[in-house]
């Protein structure tokens, strides 16, 4: 970050999550300079590797990587959030049946088929799949694998952008932090935790980091 003294002939954002070499050197080759700083730490739960099932049984609800830990995917029948997601589940022998931009999008999929489903998250998150599940009285297991704590760090500004990956990321920047620059959000969940806060929001076009990335580049591009 620029010192108080030093012309601020760059565009100035803070990452909520630390980014790759490539992704800040596209943001550097588009006049952008950016601080990283990881808000949230994500700790797995031993016991949630012991969770099985048999392929068929159920349909498994994924909105975050975070949770891939969890099981043996081999032949289990999926819907996650996010490209990213999918292909690591693929990897991992998982049957990916449709992929959605975000944790509404799925759940409401799901229940509009008809389908029983476990829903594999952590302990902080939005209520979004269980809200829509209890609305449509579908039937919904839910199993928390990891937990979210807040690394949350006084990041002096002034901040021309902020770029948040999760709900848990956009709490724990205001814990320490009120400015309230331009967000540039993973997906509408986060966005809409984001705008309420007060931020002007823009969302990426697709749920990864590299997207949330370019969409500020575009937005100081324009």
Not at 76 to 104: F, I, M, P
Not at 174 to 200: E, R
Request: net charge negative; hydrophobic share 40%; aromatic share 6%.
């Amino acid at each position: 970050m620029a010192s108080e003294n030093e012309p601020r002939d760059m565009v100035e954002v803070l990452s909520t999550r630390r980014l790759d070499a490539s992704a800040l050197a596209e943001l550097a080759e588009s006049g952008i300079r950016c601080t990283a700083h990881d808000f949230v730490d994500i700790v797995p739960r031993e016991h949630a590797r012991k969770i099985q099932f048999q392929p068929g049984e159920r349909i498994v609800l994924v909105s975050s990587q975070n949770a891939l830990h969890a099981l043996d995917w081999n032949g289990v029948q999926v819907r996650c959030v996010g490209e990213k997601t999918a292909d690591k589940l693929r990897s991992r022998g998982a049957q990916v049946l449709s992929v959605h931009s975000g944790a509404a999008s799925m759940s409401e999929h799901a229940v509009t088929l008809g389908e029983t489903c476990t829903f594999v998250c952590g302990s902080t998150r939005m209520p979004t799949v269980e809200d829509t599940f209890a609305r449509t009285g579908g039937e919904l297991e839910v199993v928390e694998v990891y937990d979210t704590l807040h690394a949350s760090r006084r990041m002096d500004g002034p901040w021309d952008g902020i770029l948040f990956f999760s709900p848990s990321g956009v709490r724990s920047y205001h814990a320490s932090n009120a400015q309230l620059a331009p967000s540039f959000c993973i997906g509408a969940t986060t966005g809409a935790v984001a705008q309420s806060f007060g931020h002007p929001v823009v969302l990426a076009s697709k749920s990864t980091k590299l997207s949330v990335v370019r969409a500020a580049i575009e937005h100081f591009r324009s």
